[in-house]
């Protein structure tokens, strides 16, 4: 008999790390169905889009679509209401909210964990402080914040396995859910992201979405002091104000496609990465094209990147500690095989490979 597997996104509105892993589970599963709280067509992969996709209520709310993440207090509401009584196996790809999907109690529920909620648990001043959205606006998201941080935490007993991204996802899995996650590292397609034939130029380079535990700001006032040019490729709420704090100190190149950006990879003298990451896609899609990395010596970061090998990681987040470690990283002779060499254990087929077989041994098992 077949399996009968139903997929779970938070939300579809752009190939981003997440919708680039549950590309690669499409692949392996093509018959599974979608389902997810808000879906913009055409925003992500055709591999993904040609399957039959199902949204919450959260698609029809007036500016759902654009403005989703407004109505993130009625997300609890929103999971819970979807059907699973078809599927045999739910697997959810989640950061926010769809890890508390109510299953059938025949089925069985795999969380690709990408992390527990950053904004409910230890992130909320980054999001909601009142340097963000002013004094009353994160008083009155404090209690909003709380209630669903706790929601998340009594709903995590619906999963039966936990999936981590890495090691440090699934310390904070054991820490605010108190369950362990096995750790299967996401796909980098290292076949497309590859080294150029021609020599890197002088500047630094920064992929990234433009939220703000991304810490952008921090590359911006790094290159100014260590007198690099800094390219931007990316897109976010906090692009304007990006764009004022940098007063064209940095070129913002805004969203770009997947060839733009590994032309931008493959000529960068130093990717950086400013933020403390769940794991990071992008320092490997640099390696995979020869290029060296300078992060934060935090997080996933750790796990991807050798200090005088790869890149360099720094201690502390400052723009001083970044600026030397940019300087170092530029004036280091790096072997480009070997940081693209570290790259490939962590390509699209491995990924796919461990994902399928965690799904058919989960298959055979009864639900907790």
Same mark, same amino acid.
């Given at each position: 008999?077949?399996?009968?597997?139903?997929?779970?996104?938070?939300?579809?509105?752009?190939?981003?790390?997440?919708?680039?892993?549950?590309?690669?589970?499409?692949?392996?599963?093509?018959?599974?169905?979608?389902?997810?709280?808000?879906?913009?067509?055409?925003?992500?992969?055709?591999?993904?889009?040609?399957?039959?996709?199902?949204?919450?209520?959260?698609?029809?709310?007036?500016?759902?679509?654009?403005?989703?993440?407004?109505?993130?207090?009625?997300?609890?509401?929103?999971?819970?209401?979807?059907?699973?009584?078809?599927?045999?196996?739910?697997?959810?790809?989640?950061?926010?909210?769809?890890?508390?999907?109510?299953?059938?109690?025949?089925?069985?529920?795999?969380?690709?964990?990408?992390?527990?909620?950053?904004?409910?648990?230890?992130?909320?001043?980054?999001?909601?402080?009142?340097?963000?959205?002013?004094?009353?606006?994160?008083?009155?998201?404090?209690?909003?914040?709380?209630?669903?941080?706790?929601?998340?935490?009594?709903?995590?007993?619906?999963?039966?396995?936990?999936?981590?991204?890495?090691?440090?996802?699934?310390?904070?899995?054991?820490?605010?859910?108190?369950?362990?996650?096995?750790?299967?590292?996401?796909?980098?397609?290292?076949?497309?992201?590859?080294?150029?034939?021609?020599?890197?130029?002088?500047?630094?380079?920064?992929?990234?979405?433009?939220?703000?535990?991304?810490?952008?700001?921090?590359?911006?006032?790094?290159?100014?002091?260590?007198?690099? &040019?800094?390219?931007? $490729?990316?897109? *976010?709420? !906090?692009?304007? /104000? +990006?764009?004022? @704090? %940098?007063?064209?100190? =940095?070129?913002?190149?805004?969203?770009?496609?997947?060839?733009?950006?590994?032309?931008?990879?493959?000529?960068?003298?130093?990717?950086?990465?400013?933020?403390?990451?769940?794991?990071?896609?992008?320092?490997?899609?640099?390696?995979?094209?020869?290029?060296?990395?300078?992060?934060?010596?935090?997080?996933?970061?750790?796990?991807?990147?050798?200090?005088?090998?790869?890149?360099?990681?720094?201690?502390?987040?400052?723009?001083?500690?970044?600026?030397?470690?940019?300087?170092?990283?530029?004036?280091?002779?790096?072997?480009?095989?070997?940081?693209?060499?570290?790259?490939? &254990?962590?390509?699209? $087929?491995?990924? *796919?490979? !461990?994902?399928? /077989? +965690?799904?058919? @041994? %989960?298959?055979?098992? =009864?639900?907790?």
């Amino acid at each position: 008999m077949s399996l009968r597997l139903a997929l779970v996104h938070d939300w579809l509105t752009g190939m981003r790390g997440g919708e680039k892993t549950l590309e690669v589970i499409c692949e392996r599963f093509p018959d599974a169905e979608l389902f997810t709280l808000v879906h913009v067509p055409g925003s992500v992969s055709p591999t993904i889009e040609r399957r039959p996709i199902h949204t919450s209520f959260i698609q029809r709310l007036p500016g759902g679509r654009r403005y989703y993440r407004h109505y993130l207090p009625l997300f609890p509401a929103a999971v819970e209401q979807f059907d699973f009584d078809r599927f045999d196996l739910i697997l959810s790809v989640s950061h926010c909210a769809v890890k508390s999907i109510i299953r059938p109690a025949t089925a069985r529920h795999i969380c690709y964990c990408l992390t527990p909620m950053r904004y409910a648990w230890d992130q909320f001043d980054a999001y909601f402080g009142p340097a963000r959205i002013g004094r009353l606006g994160s008083l009155a998201m404090r209690p909003v914040m709380t209630r669903l941080a706790r929601w998340d935490r009594e709903t995590a007993s619906r999963v039966d396995r936990y999936v981590a991204i890495s090691h440090y996802v699934a310390g904070r899995i054991d820490r605010y859910y108190n369950r362990q996650a096995t750790v299967v590292y996401p796909p980098v397609d290292t076949d497309f992201y590859s080294p150029g034939a021609s020599a890197p130029e002088r500047y630094a380079l920064v992929v990234s979405a433009l939220v703000p535990y991304k810490r952008i700001e921090i590359a911006i006032e790094a290159c100014e002091r260590a007198r690099i &040019p800094l390219v931007i $490729a990316g897109d *976010g709420p !906090e692009r304007a /104000a +990006l764009e004022r @704090a %940098a007063g064209g100190r =940095a070129t913002f190149l805004g969203r770009v496609s997947d060839e733009r950006v590994r032309d931008l990879y493959r000529h960068a003298a130093v990717v950086l990465l400013p933020g403390e990451e769940d794991f990071g896609i992008v320092p490997l899609e640099a390696q995979a094209c020869g290029r060296p990395v300078v992060a934060l010596g935090r997080g996933g970061a750790l796990e991807t990147v050798i200090p005088g090998e790869t890149g360099e990681l720094v201690d502390g987040s400052s723009a001083a500690a970044f600026a030397d470690a940019i300087a170092t990283a530029v004036g280091r002779s790096y072997d480009p095989h070997r940081i693209r060499h570290h790259a490939l &254990p962590f390509g699209r $087929a491995r990924f *796919g490979d !461990e994902m399928e /077989a +965690l799904v058919h @041994a %989960a298959a055979v098992e =009864a639900p907790r």
